[in-house]
């Protein structure tokens, strides 16, 4: 009794001992909490400077653009809603969308500015974009699935898209998704060759497009979004798009 009596004050010493340095290990991993949210904020702030940068770019090289790209993420962000929400949750859908016509970089001026329908060598040049586009994305890692969405929007569901000829389930979901929000826009919005098309017309042709131009599924969720008014053509109710960035 006696020899355990002497130990209770060791065995007290040590445990505050041992209190004290995990007191001490809370308090350093919480500064590290606190520190590592500083960083991810400054990243994310980061990104979207990034995006903005890259959309600037986009605009100043072809004016039709302007507007486009925050129309289409917000359409393509509500159509991806509906039908994957797993999928629209990720930050890198939402920049594949902001940057899918990044590539237009790499088209000559007198192709994108056409005033007129382009001739077959022009299709061809104006084709190269997807495939310019994701390899100036590619090296930028947190872009991550952007890179699928910026190469495969113009590929079609029928196979008989470009730049590679995707068919089906081979196409990215997210590029399938897009692919109807980027057709709708392109025709709801004046062209230097036409004007825009009303908005029944432009429904009529997706609806008329599913299982060639575009996924069944996907158009289905277009259709279900136009019937209850989320997806209308006005510019007022447009999100900007770093609210949407950082929304995700």
């Known amino acids: 009794m006696h020899a355990e009596g002497s130990e209770l004050p060791q065995i007290h010493a040590q445990l505050v001992v041992f209190a004290r340095e995990v007191g001490e290990l809370y308090t350093a991993e919480r500064q590290r909490s606190r520190e590592l949210e500083s960083a991810i904020s400054g990243i994310q702030a980061m990104y979207g400077q990034?995006?903005?940068?890259?959309?600037?770019?986009?605009?100043?090289k072809d004016a039709c653009t302007r507007g486009h790209l925050e129309r289409t993420q917000r359409y393509g962000m509500a159509i991806a809603n509906r039908v994957a929400p797993e999928l629209a949750a990720r930050p890198e859908v939402?920049?594949?969308?902001?940057?899918?016509?990044?590539?237009?970089?790499?088209?000559?001026?007198?192709?994108?500015?056409?005033?007129?329908?382009?001739?077959a060598r022009e299709w061809?040049?104006?084709?190269?974009?997807?495939?310019?586009?994701?390899?100036?994305?590619?090296?930028?890692?947190?872009?991550?699935?952007?890179?699928?969405?910026?190469?495969?929007?113009?590929?079609?569901?029928?196979?008989s898209g470009y730049p590679v000829g995707l068919a089906g389930e081979q196409i990215p979901l997210a590029a399938r998704i897009f692919a109807i929000a980027d057709s709708f826009d392109a025709m709801t919005s004046d062209r230097p060759y036409r004007?825009?098309?009303?908005?029944?017309?432009?429904?009529?042709?997706?609806?008329?497009?599913?299982?060639?131009?575009?996924?069944?599924q996907a158009v289905?969720?277009?259709?279900?979004?136009?019937?209850?008014?989320?997806?209308?053509?006005?510019?007022?109710?447009?999100?900007?798009?770093?609210?949407?960035?950082?929304?995700?």
């Open 94 to 119: 939402a920049y594949g969308f902001f940057l899918h016509d990044i590539g237009k970089v790499g088209v000559p001026e007198q192709v994108l500015r056409k005033p007129g329908p382009l001739d």
């Open 50 to 60: 990034t995006m903005k940068a890259f959309a600037q770019v986009v605009e100043a």
């Open 124 to 159: 061809d040049v104006m084709r190269s974009h997807p495939a310019i586009g994701a390899q100036i994305i590619e090296p930028i890692r947190f872009l991550g699935e952007a890179v699928e969405i910026v190469r495969s929007h113009h590929e079609w569901f029928d196979g």
């Open 220 to 248: 289905a969720a277009f259709l279900e979004l136009v019937d209850e008014g989320g997806i209308a053509v006005d510019d007022g109710d447009l999100v900007p798009v770093l609210a949407v960035l950082r929304a995700v």
């Open 195 to 216: 004007s825009a098309l009303p908005m029944e017309v432009a429904v009529g042709e997706i609806r008329d497009g599913a299982g060639t131009q575009f996924d069944p």
